[in-house]
């Protein structure tokens, strides 16, 4: 069966700093990935989302960038956190067919 | 433009009750339809779907949707609510845009509370 891991679980950063969030997902081949930010507990914002290694699509013009170094692993970075880059954060994947898309756990990140 | 509109922020239901949660969709072409749920600090969790055939769909946790073409309507059901069912429910839609058929257009949640 398939596994959607993050890491970490909760993140308080400082503004200004680097940020690097982790998504694997085991028991699947060429997923796609996706990227979403939540706010305040409700609405999704999908941040990014690829198709393949190395194919990032971008969503919405920010501060964050994304990159799929392998097949089952995308990352979320910063160079430099804001105070606005604070919420939940999701990873999901799902394939090509089937459009559903299943989610990880989230991270909370906390930019004071 | 397409969208997905969840008329309700919040739906309260006593426990036992049947509930609905109503979601509205609108999108050019055939649409496939989703139902998530969302426990506190947790990630989204996938309920049913809607591709094709039998309008009403059935999911996990005993929920159940109807499909509606004519009201272009997606609404989430279940006939006995728990208070375990209480939780955050989100409808999506997959974008029909040229391109785009790996995205969902998501409403933006009801809140449902099942009352003891």
Request: proline share 6%.
């Given at each position: 069966?398939?596994?959607?891991?993050?890491?970490?679980?909760?993140?308080?950063?400082?503004?200004?700093s680097?940020?690097?969030?982790?998504?694997?997902?085991?028991?699947?081949?060429?997923?796609?990935l996706?990227?979403?930010?939540?706010?305040?507990?409700?609405?999704?914002?999908l941040?990014?989302?690829?198709?393949?290694?190395?194919?990032?699509?971008?969503e919405?013009?920010?501060n964050?960038?994304?990159?799929r170094?392998?097949?089952?692993?995308f990352?979320?970075?910063?160079?430099?956190l804001?105070?606005?880059?604070?919420?939940?954060?999701?990873?999901?994947w799902?394939?090509?067919?089937?459009?559903?898309?299943?989610?990880?756990?989230?991270?909370?990140?906390?930019?004071? | 433009?397409?969208?997905v509109?969840?008329?309700?922020d919040?739906?309260?239901v006593?426990?036992?009750?049947?509930l609905?949660?109503?979601?509205?969709?609108?999108?050019?072409?055939?649409?496939?339809?989703?139902w998530?749920?969302?426990?506190?600090?947790?990630g989204?969790?996938?309920?049913?779907k809607?591709?094709?055939?039998?309008?009403?769909?059935k999911?996990?946790y005993?929920?159940?949707?109807e499909?509606?073409?004519?009201?272009?309507?997606?609404?989430?059901?279940?006939?006995?609510?728990l208070?375990s069912?209480?939780?955050?429910?989100?409808?999506?839609?997959r974008?029909?845009?040229?391109?785009?058929?790996?995205?969902?257009?998501?409403?933006?949640g009801?809140?449902?509370?099942?009352?003891?």
């Amino acid at each position: 069966s398939q596994t959607i891991h993050q890491w970490p679980a909760t993140l308080v950063q400082p503004v200004g700093s680097p940020l690097s969030l982790e998504c694997t997902v085991e028991g699947t081949s060429n997923p796609n990935l996706y990227w979403y930010r939540q706010a305040a507990g409700r609405g999704l914002q999908l941040l990014f989302y690829s198709v393949g290694i190395g194919q990032i699509s971008s969503e919405v013009p920010q501060n964050l960038s994304a990159s799929r170094p392998q097949d089952r692993q995308f990352i979320l970075s910063s160079k430099k956190l804001l105070l606005s880059d604070s919420g939940f954060y999701l990873c999901a994947w799902s394939v090509t067919d089937h459009y559903e898309q299943y989610f990880g756990p989230g991270t909370r990140l906390t930019v004071t | 433009a397409q969208s997905v509109a969840q008329p309700e922020d919040q739906v309260n239901v006593a426990e036992g009750n049947p509930l609905t949660v109503k979601c509205t969709y609108s999108v050019s072409g055939n649409p496939y339809l989703f139902w998530y749920v969302q426990y506190p600090n947790r990630g989204l969790q996938f309920l049913l779907k809607y591709i094709t055939g039998d309008n009403l769909v059935k999911g996990s946790y005993g929920f159940e949707a109807e499909f509606n073409k004519s009201q272009t309507s997606f609404h989430l059901k279940k006939p006995s609510a728990l208070v375990s069912d209480s939780a955050l429910y989100f409808c999506a839609v997959r974008d029909t845009h040229a391109g785009n058929n790996r995205k969902l257009i998501w409403g933006l949640g009801t809140s449902l509370a099942v009352n003891p």
